[in-house]
Nanobody, 124 residues
Framework: QVQLVESGGGLVQAGGSLRLSCAAS????????MGWFRQAPGKEREFVAAISWRGGSTHYADSVKGRFTISRDNAKNSVYLQMNSLKPEDTAVYYCAASTLGAAQAKAVLYDYWGQGTQVTVSS
């Protein structure tokens, strides 16, 4: 079992930045691909970004390309999401997820473990 704890969410004005962090409980964190998903009120959960187990491969949703950057520090069992140029439509609960498959994954069904989420609110 892997426990994931997100942090770093909050309220920011449009155009601002936030950095989300996700800390994993297991030393085997370095073997998991990691992803970030988000869910806005009344909408389905959607893929945001993913990174392979070594960090050599990343994948982004078109809506965040050029604005968001996913990274990981396996020594700290952590994955990060740097969010720049935030827009009101980025408002959502952001979830960290871990996949036992090593490659970066965009499909939520391929993730085995999920965090509780952190709220990001972007005001206009």
């Amino acid at each position: 079992q892997v426990q994931l704890v997100e942090s770093g969410g909050g309220l920011v004005q449009a155009g601002g930045s936030l950095r989300l962090s996700c800390a994993a409980s297991r030393r085997t964190f370095s073997t998991y691909a990691m992803g970030w998903f988000r869910q806005a009120p009344g909408k389905e959960r959607e893929f945001v970004a993913a990174i392979s187990w070594r960090g050599g491969s990343t994948h982004y949703a078109d809506s965040v390309k050029g604005r968001f950057t996913i990274s990981r520090d396996n020594a700290k069992n952590s994955v990060y999401l740097q969010m720049n140029s935030l827009k009101p439509e980025d408002t959502a609960v952001y979830y960290c997820a871990a996949s036992t498959l090593g490659a970066a994954q965009a499909k939520a069904v391929l993730y085995d473990y999920w965090g509780q989420g952190t709220q990001v609110t972007v005001s206009s």
